[in-house]
């Protein structure tokens, strides 16, 4: 017994390491630098103890930025997991070349974010842009989609949405195929049709690869940068400045690093109670599913 429980901690005494020395390391030493006031080009640090997290809770840029990445998450990953359960649903049928369809759905979530955000900002260019080509061609205004307050974040959100619905649609189709038949067709015999199977047999079925997809997006979504630092570059103003961006602006431009960190170590702890929130909520589907 002893040696197999030593057996089975030799084989994930790597993966251990390895999450201790990448994940738990720089967390703790980010945890520690917010407590100073530190300037890697000066070579200064001074200690602060909660200075840092008062500043920061304190500036009204930040709450700006908490603002837009709240609306950004909420509007983008609610859309994501609606068209993609939607277009699982669709795609979840069987005929010649439904292999080859699926796949080019899934293309865009395979471009680098860089990619897309630099295609998108061709296409939402005021005079050259395709997008404004169109709208001009059916005879509707063109519209300033990065230097508006009222669309910079709007085409943002568009953009995140074309790139990572691909990947809800993939997480849906793969919990719709485990569904057995035999319940369709045990629904049908009770006389229920199409839109009664989907509302009480698919969907309380895929109900926790939904939460699932809500917790990996919203995760992932809170760290959004890219698509930010290339549109619009947090503007126009404070229109489209998120926590990323913001941690960005104090790290790397101002050199204010434990100020950065400070941000940091609090966005962490909002996305730490968002994933408690959905675990519990995906636990408690689980079981109700059972």
Known sequence: ?????????????????????????????????SFFDLNYLKGDRFFLGLENYKNVLSDQVFWVAVRNTVLFVLIAVTLEVI???????????????????????????????????????????????????????LGLPAIEW??????????????DVWQWTPFVFLIILA??????????ESAQVNGANAWQCTRFVTLPLIKPAIFLVLLLRTIETFQVFEKMYVLTG?????????????????????????????????????????????????????????
């Open 146 to 159: 990065l230097s508006s307050p009222s669309w910079a974040m709007i085409s943002i959100i568009i953009t």
């Open 234 to 290: 947090g503007g126009p103003g404070n229109a489209t400045e998120t926590i990323t961006f913001y941690i960005y602006r104090y790290g790397f431009k101002y050199f204010e690093t434990g100020y950065a960190t400070a941000a940091t170590i609090i966005m962490v702890g909002i996305i730490v109670i968002l994933s408690l929130g959905y675990i519990y909520r995906v636990m408690q589907s689980v079981q109700f599913s059972k």
């Open 1 to 33: 017994m002893y040696k197999s429980h030593r057996m089975t901690f030799l084989f994930l005494l790597p993966a251990i390491i390895i999450f201790l020395l990448f994940t738990v390391y720089p967390l703790l030493y980010a945890l520690f630098t």
């Open 83 to 137: 068209v993609g359960v939607i277009v699982a649903l669709l795609f979840n049928v069987q005929f010649k070349g439904i292999s080859i369809i699926r796949s080019i759905v899934l293309l865009p979530m395979l471009l680098p974010p860089i990619t897309v955000a630099l295609t998108w900002k061709m296409m939402y260019e005021y005079d050259y842009g395709v997008i404004n080509y169109i709208l001009t061609s």
């Open 175 to 184: 919990s719709l195929q485990g569904i057995p038949k035999e319940l369709y």
